[in-house]
């Protein structure tokens, strides 16, 4: 299985979909979500899921990545930029602007994909990709370990694209 997306050029995520983009919630996030197009994946795949994380965050966190977006159940091989925000053929988890570092941002909003920030750095985001045999039993605003929970023993193969986000 292979994922690419047309927001990541040469290995870094173009400027629209973070914090030097022009597209924010009204609390400043970022929602101009990543597109990206899944590639051969196995032949029982009935769905995807998507976890885009920061690991670069532990520093800025106290000690946790941060999670920009949680989406499952997409069952077509691409999701068009900014789709976050329009599509009703998935369900998307809350990302961590729910946080007190996040300034406790309602879940309603955070719903949706979180853009990039960095605040100390240029940081390494993972779009990791699973492909699995079966749509998951979640709920709108899903939290990251409920999204493992589903997914074991589901997952048929995964892939992960890798992209920086300069410092705003």
């Known amino acids: 299985m292979i994922v690419t ?4 050029v040469n290995g870094i995520i ?3 979909f973070g914090g030097r983009g022009t597209q924010f919630n009204e609390n400043g996030i970022p929602t101009y979500s ?8 196995p032949k029982k795949t009935q769905c995807f899921a998507i976890v885009l994380e920061d690991k670069d965050a532990y520093p800025v966190t106290g000690g946790f990545a941060w999670i920009h977006w949680l989406a499952a159940n997409i069952a077509r091989n691409e999701v068009k930029e900014n789709e976050s925000q329009s599509a009703n053929d ?4 809350c990302n961590s602007w729910t946080s007190i570092q ?4 309602s879940k ?9 920030t960095p605040p100390d750095r240029a940081h390494v985001y993972e779009l990791h990709v699973f492909a699995l045999d079966k749509l998951l039993n979640l709920q709108k605003g899903f939290l ?7 997914m074991t ?15 705003i």
Not at 90 to 93: A, L, M, P, S
Not at 144 to 150: A, D, H, I, M, V
């Open 34 to 41: 990543l597109p990206f197009k899944v590639e051969n994946a």
């Open 144 to 150: 990251l370990n409920e999204l493992y929970r589903e």
């Open 108 to 116: 309603e909003l955070s719903c949706f994909y979180g853009g990039m």
């Open 5 to 8: 997306s047309t927001g990541i």
């Open 153 to 167: 023993d589901h997952i048929l193969d995964s892939y992960t694209l890798k992209g920086i986000y300069e410092k």
């Open 102 to 105: 996040g300034n406790q941002q």
């Open 14 to 16: 173009q400027d629209k």
């Open 90 to 93: 998935f369900v998307q988890g």
